[in-house]
Structures are given as C-alpha cells and as structure tokens.
C-alpha cells in the first residue's frame, strides 16, 4: 500500500523563526514557508517538514543525519558558524559521528560515511 508513496519526514519545534534562521541561514540548507511550516529541502529530493507546536518537546533521539566526508572538517565548520557539540567525536563505535542541538533542542548529528 505505502511501497509507493513518496513519504517524507518531519519534526515539530517551538519557534518557527528560530528554525528558519538556524537551518536556513545558519546551516545553509534551502528552506521555504508554507502555511506557518517549514520544509527543508535537503539533497534526496525529499524535503522535511518543521512545523510549530506549542507545548513542543525537544526529541530524545537524533531526528537528522548529515553524512559528511570528514566528521572533523564539519565540526569545525559548526563551530566557525557557532553551534557546539553535544559532548565529544563518538569514535568507539560505528562511523565517527558529532552531535549538536537546533534551537528548540532537538538532536542533530554529523556522521562520517565514504
């Protein structure tokens, strides 16, 4: 039923501004408003949906992944534009991979993949 379906992926934040200046400005990732929502349009061809909730709770997982060639050049890339990690490069196992925070606190990661 849904093996067809173009389905795309979205989380909620508590300040829609906040948003559209932290992935748009901040993180250089195309974002267009509709209806009060944001959608980032990230390399895939499918956007995410960020849209407004009052009573939001930050996630406790990681709702975004950017696989990056070099966990250490992207780490110094945020922090040139500012943003700092949520504790030190997880290098123990898997991909290294660097954990960072948007503004309403949901998890973001850079991971380390080719």
Excluded: C
Excluded at 83 to 98: K, N, S
């Amino acid at each position: 039923m849904f093996g067809q379906t173009e389905a795309f992926s979205g989380f909620s934040v508590n300040d829609i501004d906040a948003a559209r200046r932290f992935y748009g400005d901040t993180l250089g990732i195309k974002v267009t408003e509709e209806n009060g929502m944001l959608h980032l349009h990230i390399a895939g061809g499918h956007p995410v949906l960020v849209y407004p909730k009052d009573d939001h709770q930050p996630a406790t997982f990681t709702i975004l992944n950017f696989p990056v060639g070099d966990v250490d050049a992207a780490v110094a890339e945020l922090a040139a534009r500012g943003i700092a990690l949520e504790g030190e490069v997880q290098r123990e196992w898997g991909p290294p991979i660097a954990w960072f925070k948007d503004p309403a606190g949901n998890w973001l990661s850079v991971i380390q993949q080719g």
